[in-house]
């Protein structure tokens, strides 16, 4: 499910009475405001706040299913601190009809939240400037392209030409540690002669980027390579790249790529 459809389904989320936490931490290593871990005491003062104004209501049922959630917010947090990023969002309910998480690459104001419903303004704005996206990188017989939506990367790809077959072909490969392998090269190499029509050899990845376009939910595309390349890629395609850069990030990693692409 995209995260369009993801904020439909919490948008149209509500109970009878309050019933729903929404959590927004942020979680940023560079930000002077969480250094040292201070976000759990953002985390731990902020939760405690929603418990004081609940016992001062003297609503027991209400206290008892926010409880039940501050653990289940709590354990996730902290299980997952390590690999935390630039933010969490989380939102939930104590019969679990509801359990939303989102880590985030991308900057989050601390908020908590207890209402009837979902509090999705903030993930509406963050998504808005960080939707699905994908970032195509064209190089001289590859094409990288890496699928993302909130600032994260969701998957990196690389697709190589085959001058026998004439075809794309993907060669998506990893080693042990989620790094990109090198290419491999018993892949033909590509004879100097087609670099005289580099559009039209770009032209047999345009089913793959409309395919992908559909199947991962992209809202928009961006384009980033060598001058040469990157208009020849954009004239291959049927559609306009929300951005074009003209600079060659193919073995970048891909939160430099995210940073040059949606943060300059």
């Known amino acids: 499910m995209t995260i369009n459809k993801e904020l439909e ?15 927004y931490l942020n979680t940023n290593p560079a930000d002077p405001d969480t250094l040292k871990g201070a976000w759990k005491i953002h985390l731990k003062s902020g939760l405690k706040r929603i418990g004081e104004y609940l016992e001062a209501s003297n609503d027991e049922q209400e206290l008892k299913a926010f409880e039940k959630i501050k653990k289940k917010v709590i354990n996730e947090i902290e299980e997952n601190a390590h690999d935390l990023r630039k933010g969490i969002v989380i939102f939930a309910t104590a019969n679990e009809d509801l359990w939303s998480v989102y880590y985030a690459q991308v900057p989050v104001k601390t908020n ?33 392209i890496l699928d993302t939506a909130m600032g994260l990367v969701r998957d990196d790809l690389t697709f190589k030409f085959d001058p026998v077959s004439e075809e794309w072909r993907e060669k998506k490969k990893m080693d042990a540690k989620g790094r990109r392998a090198v290419a491999d090269n018993r892949t033909a190499v ?7 029509n580099a559009t039209n050899l770009f032209k047999g990845m345009r089913v793959t980027i409309e ?6 939910g992209w809202r928009e595309f961006h384009v980033a390579g060598e001058a040469e390349m990157a208009k020849a890629f954009t004239d291959s395609i049927r559609d306009m790249p929300a951005s074009c850069i003209h600079k060659n990030l ?15």
């Open 190 to 196: 590509l004879e100097p002669g087609y670099r005289i």
């Open 112 to 144: 908590f939240y207890w209402e009837n419903h979902a509090m999705t303004e903030q993930l509406e704005y963050m998504y808005k400037a960080y939707p699905e996206a994908g970032i195509i990188m064209p190089s001289f017989g590859e094409v990288r």
């Open 250 to 264: 193919n073995n970048s990693k891909s939160n430099e790529v995210i940073h040059q692409i949606f943060e300059k």
């Open 9 to 23: 389904a919490l948008k149209a989320y509500s109970c009878t009475d309050r019933c729903v936490l929404s959590v």
């Open 211 to 216: 395919q992908l376009k559909k199947k991962r």
